[in-house]
């Protein structure tokens, strides 16, 4: 509205100009397209006003002084009345209703370089919203919500519709109701037999027997993988840190978290303080800390040469973009740079809202460039890790036992447990070998010398040095002294030098041994000092002789540096013993590496061992925990210990029972699954970083002022709210906040109906969009927080209500009149997410391994699809075994390089919060069920599953397991014309047809079981099934 | 019918009823964009970008700069970096290097090339070099999203994706928007497939990536032991089923996905056909220099003409090897010998068929390189790099802009990441800043919320 200024300067002309158009000349208005009678009475600044205003002016006339044009502002009533645009209740004389009839193109607002046009109903609207007064409203989302109790869902879309001289649809059938339910609340379709009895008890009562299978599936486990699907893409969950060399993080502890806290209906409040701040609530559980890992599931990066504070500035800009998007429906992204355009966001509320995350322990570069903002070395404990597999990427990480395999373990040892029973019982004489073992271990025979390094020895040990302070040779008797067998070896040292000797097992030394070794000084180029190193269990014995010049473990002192006497005679082979006892080794700590070190000169290594009385090589075998049995008398009445000793026998023996076989399988499995804990980068609240205000995002300027943590100033309106991350998750999870359970609810709404009651699901800000029902709205939110944030009862309320189980097919002209179902006048057809479509096939084909939760997985994948990932190289591999087929929610979400099919059928690849998923519908999908192995197999799975129940009424139980319902003729006709072509060509073509249910890890059946062209052709019938429109679809 | 559709119908006349379907497929909703499309008359009809990963040092390429060949090896004022971000050199000493490779005067434009470049040298003429360009990210990721999306938020649709939702595809029978990749020569940055994503436009605008192993797009082969035949009948059965629900159910979205199956068939078909290079002459096959299919840049700029010539709007060749921390010198001819002649066969190829005139060529990178040495190579640069445009609308034998003399800063006719992308719309006839997408109650540009304007300077 730039010219408005200059028209009440001249108020003379102006006003000449404005009664010259032609719709103030005469007292009627122009014309109205929409003949309603007395439409100033209807008209509501929410509804009807403020999205004009918004999406037209506000732009220049809005909330951010920089793009301000003439000092107007339109979105304040008082700011537009001084600014003398609007004069309440005299449209003829508001200068705004001038300039936008104006047919002056210079004047005409908006004006065209915005792009913006108004249409001739909303000139019309904004002219008899100012003759009716002009009265602006609070923004709707930001007031609180009011119902009337007596209300119901149904009774407030009814009356909706009502307007619209509308009524509700027919329920649907019975077996489409029941498909829905399960797609809607489980994800999961129905079996055949489920639909024959939901159809049966409705017929009885349709009420009850909703109610039964809505609980039913509310309850089972698989209720929380369903919900957890949109949720994972509002929280930007991924396994993967998305910039550049985008490597995995293991963050699967997460996604378990989310689909458990849905199963055990946690109240959404809860959910969401756990999620911001679960790690600052009092004595936090484990699940706490796991759900506060929220914080850390944004992108990150390990580039070369990026600075830490441009990445501390994009993590914290992130954050503050998922938490006001997912949890306020707020698009705060806006106001990095600038106050917004359209929301009274500023960008200090910006940077403030940042603030709250600035006790993150982390670091922006993930390089050896960045820094945390604290010693994280005061924040590890036994379950917080700096490193995982012994690297430092993206810590710090929570440890978390494996549950899985903790359960897995346990499973075994119960078995083997009842194997060695039985097998005691089978071979008695166990008992007695076991003791005639444990007196051998026990016994001592005269002593003698046991070698290690040795040339004659059948296992040599590997042998290395440090080359750039030593000369390794390994000479021959005619190069020089050697002892034992055929070579010694001659180090020539310059400084301190050494070589390493790795066993090629670790032995156990007993504390009466002696440990020997051969050496030979070089007579004219004596060492000043020589050492023996040994290395095993926790600490590094060292003994020497000679002088203090070796400065390894000298610090230490003590048996890391302990003097044994003066060096050796030189010129001549000598034996250097060191009694174990001396070193204080212990049995149970297994020696794996000896290291052979002197400071100058040269010297000859030979032959080193161990003298002892016991056996060795037997007792080398033992773990720890048996050697301390064996060494400590009668250590075997215990039960305990006896059970332990007859395990190690019975797995170091040969088998003699099949028990005993079972046994020796079993322990493999269990060192198998030896991941015993599962990690995920945590939230530690550290000190706090200090967070200014960038000047248009520009992290490099640091003039802006300090800003301290604080929600959005008006939404406050002045309360005082703590400035803890928990302050702010509480002040998002309270009641009184007018956004969070509506924000939920509509996502929820949107769930079941395709479409958010406001369908801008993602912003409640001014340009989102008015609620189709805003009094249904605000009765779901308040039966929300009234039933104390309870998921399970809202979406109970939701499917038993008529309005959630009318027909989607209702006919007439409902579905081209309202194609997005923003009236309720029917249900809606809904495409499943990308994840279902994979589950659905699964499911029907009995392939899907119903597991709940666990790591990621990774379904077949094309070839090569990784190539671009680099820092480091990556090559796919795809899950064997039941991993294979595990529900799409579980699938390994790369995020430059998500999987294909998931991406096809639009999962978003989780670099950002996304609240909704793009609605497509490409040839790259056809292409996806057409050809994907995952389909082709599935198919071929079901297939076999009903060939081997019998070959009768194929074409129907195909289309029933997959569809819930019988062919009609026309649809039966096709089917069964293709299964017969099919069924010709795969006879005449057995080998196609042998490949083709070759497809996929799974065998397929033998031919004897069934003939190979009638598996094949029941399967492209099958793949025909599945590839419907009706198969990828809840109705 | 809008101007689009139109269009589209009229260049496809012949193919009757499936083009109709196909045009309703791809063309852009309206609803969202505020004018019909095209805006205006286009330019040109399609864009090829070669996108130079890594960041090619404008330095041996295109922008020579005496003055810093002869403060080599000296300290780089500071008058110059004072205060301003550095990648991999932020805080150390800061040396100038000079010019690595030799440049000489080409065409009768006498356009200043690196002798890196002997082939694409051929064409001073025909191409005009931009030394102003500057960006906002100094790291490859976000910088690449910057450059395809006008955003460093991921998640914003990339400009191939938004040429497409503005003018829609005009090939029947493959995407409008195809990705290849090439590398060697330098280091292979990671390139995500952020890069051409359709972001929150509707999924069949993305970019799709096809590979120079195995099929070259996902799930375009059949599966084992299905004859094409078989495929085919199977795609009858479906499309006859979803025919008849379609009557039962009324939904719209079924006719649509009759579509697809027809078309996914068809590119099962069209897309062996477009990598089948047997019909391309020995004479053409020379010009590129390459053996096709073996996944080379060159082999790429073939196959970006063969998708040009089948109607594909939006085609981008990344070659990722321009990343020179080190040995700038050896690396960028390494690096230029990669892309040198399929680049230049590519402008003549399209020349002699005459769809140059019909065609824009974008060559250039995520950003430049510094005038400061790192080691013996030159550190990421965002204040000043060199790009070059070709084809319809250009004007060609110009440079447009100017660096100082050191090559450091732009200082002269600066031109930013969202200037190059709204004077691409322009040739394509649209206004950049009327291209719009509502999402999330906000109109979302590709040129961003700050003003962007079309270099007019460079049009012809």
Redesign the interface.
Known sequence: MKKIAKIITFSAIATVSILALPQFTSAKPEPKKNTAPSIQEDISYNRDIRPILSDKCFFCHGPDPETREEGLRLDIREEAIKGKAIIPGHPEKSPLIDLIYTHDQTKIMPPPRSHKKLTNQEKQLLSDWIKAGAEYEPHWAYQAPKRKNQDTIDSLVAKNLKRKGLTLANPTNPSTLLRRLHFDITGLPPTPEEVTAFTKAHASDPHQAVASATDKLLASPHFGERMAVKWLDAVRYADSVGYHGDQSSEVSLFRDYVINSFNKDLPYDQFIIEQIAGDLLPNPTTSQRIASSYNRLGQMSQEGGIQDKEYIAKYQAERVRTTSASFLGSTMACAECHDHKFDPITAKDFYSFAAYFSDILEKGAWTGDGKYQDDIKKYLKPNILLKVNNRERYGPYLKVPDQDNIAKNKKIEAQIQTLIKEHLIAAPQTETNINNWLNDLRSSSPAKDIPFIDETLEKQPKISSNKNAVKLETITPEQGPVHTGTHARKQTANETGQHFVRLHSPISIHSESTIYKWVYLDPKNPPSSIMIQLIGGPITRRAYWGQSTIQYGKKAGGIQYHKIGDLPETGKWIRLEIPASTLQIKPTEHIHQATFTQHNGIVFWDSFGINTTKNIAERSKLTPNITKIVDTPNAESNPDNKNTLTLHHLTHTPHTTTQQKQIQQLITQKSHSNHKFRTIPTTISAKRRVVRLLPRGDWTNQDGPIVQPAPPEFLTKGKKIGDTRLDLAKWIASPDNPLTARVFVNKLWSQFFGSGLSNSIGDFGLQGEYPSNPELLDWLAIEFTKKNWSIKQLIRTIVLSKTYQQTSTPGGTFIKQDPFNRLLARQTQLRLPAELIRDNALAVSGLLNPKIGGRSVFPYQPKGYYRHLNFPKRTYKQSTGENQYRRGIYTHWQRTFLHPMLKNFGAPAREECSTERPDANTPLQALTLLNDPTFTEAARALATKLLKENSDNLVQRTMMTCLSRQPTTEELNILTKLHQDELKRFTIDPRAAQKFISVGASPPPPPTEIPTPQLAAATSLARTILNLHEAITRY | MNAINRRTFLNHGLAGIGSLALSRLYAAESSDS??KLPHYNPKIKRVIHLCMAGGPSHLESFDYKKELEKLHRQDMPSSFTK???L??L?GRALKCMGPQWKFNKHGQSQTEISEIFPHIAKHADDICVIRSMHTEQ?????AHTFMNTGS????RPSMGSWVLYGLGSESQNL?GYVVL?SAGGGQ???????QW??G?????L?G?EF?????P???????????DQ??K???D??N???G??AK???????A??IE??E??FR??TAIPELMDTKGETQQTLDLYGCKPGDGSFASNCLLARRLAERGTRFIQLYH?GWDH?GQVKKGTAATAKHVDQGTSALITDLKQRGMLDETLIIWGGEFGRTPMAQGSGR??HIKAFSIFLAGGGIKGGITHGETDELGYGVAKDPVSVHDLHATMLHLLGM?H??L?YKT???DFKLTG?EPARVVKEILS
């Open positions: 505020k004018d205060g301003q971000q990648a991999q932020q100094i790291n490859h990721d976000p460093i938020i991921p998640g995407p990749t292979g940055q990671p390139i995500s497939s952020r994503s359709n929150f436009l509707p999924g069949h993305q799709v590979q120079s192993a195995g099929s797009v996902h799930y375009v082969q059949n599966p084992a032991g299905i004859s078989s495929q009948n199977v795609i059965a479906v006859q089923l979803n008849i629900n039962r159910t009324e939904h719209r979205d079924i649509t996905r697809q199956y078309l996914a590119m099962q990722r921390h550190d990421h206004q800043d009327a719009t999330q109650g906000l919320v």
